[in-house]
């Protein structure tokens, strides 16, 4: 039954991940959740217990994730579904944010993943079935966002590696779905959980309206409803033949359309280019 399968969510304390797992302990499925505080998790959703196992891990330490990977497995005995959820949004231009900043993005956004998955790997292998889902977001479609350039080559990462793991692993009956949210009514854009940068600069204008936007306005105002994300994610992995690509929320659709068209647009119209290059 697809009640009996088990799930890994990471960054499990809030937003999405939090939802995804309320809505997977509702409805009987067993969830390993990790989180970097491990009591946060325990007050959110309980102890351990034989459908739930919290665990604090740092992502971006292999041999924790390696290690956390067979506490799981040790205490459910399998391993079915993987949400890799945890990340963080950077604010600031390309400029203004230093190297620190930068590779601490992608530290957590892609690299935390990418442990997870390349410890996850060798059990989907050995049983020829399971599903990862890398949760990206619009901004990993389209970078059309002044500000959000580090933030959005940390998803476009995402959506690149998973298109990839998608053929390297079907021949072992595992699936791979990129997800890219539009703008839900969590956390991520509140006080302590998207990060600023460290050092301005007053003459990126667009970059600073877009920060205030984010942190004034569409905070706490988002268009979707991330329990019905979650209900998606869990519908998506019960299909036989899941996406590569998977869209949520109106916002992400019709960005989706836009950046297609702004591509057909180029491709046209500089053509003569693309096509002069043959030999």
């Known amino acids: 039954m697809n009640t009996k399968k088990v799930w890994l969510v990471t960054g499990a304390s809030k937003g999405l991940g939090l939802s995804l797992v309320k809505k997977l302990l509702k409805e009987g499925f067993r969830v390993i959740a990790t989180s970097r505080n491990k009591h946060t998790l325990i007050q959110e959703l309980g102890d351990v217990s034989d459908l739930f196992l919290p665990i604090e891990v740092n992502l971006s330490d292999n041999e924790d994730v390696k290690n956390a990977i067979a506490t799981s497995i040790a205490h459910f005995g399998k391993l079915d579904v ?154 998506i992995s019960q299909s036989e033949n899941p996406p590569v690509h998977l869209f949520l929320g109106s916002d992400a659709y019709d960005i989706v359309y836009k950046k297609i068209d702004i591509l057909t647009n180029d491709v046209e119209q500089w053509k003569s280019y693309t096509l002069s290059t043959a030999l």
């Open 82 to 235: 993987i949400v890799n959820n945890a990340g963080f949004g950077q604010i600031g231009t390309l400029e203004e944010l230093t190297d620190e900043e930068a590779r601490s993005s992608f530290d957590i956004n892609v690299f935390g993943s990418l442990n997870i998955i390349r410890n996850a790997m060798p059990y989907l292998r050995q049983h020829k079935s399971g599903h990862i889902f890398n949760i990206a977001s619009i901004g990993g479609f389209s970078g059309g966002f002044a500000g959000w350039g580090i933030y959005c080559a940390t998803k476009f990462a995402v959506a690149g590696l998973t298109e990839s793991l998608a053929e390297e692993v079907k021949g072992f009956g595992i699936k791979a779905t990129v997800v890219y949210p539009g703008y839900f009514r969590t956390d991520f854009l509140a006080k302590g959980s998207v990060q600023t940068p460290q050092h301005t600069i007053a003459a990126y204008e667009a970059a600073r309206q877009s920060e205030q936007a984010h942190l004034n306005d569409i905070d706490g105002h988002q268009p979707n409803d991330p329990d019905k994300a979650a209900d998606a994610l869990i519908a």
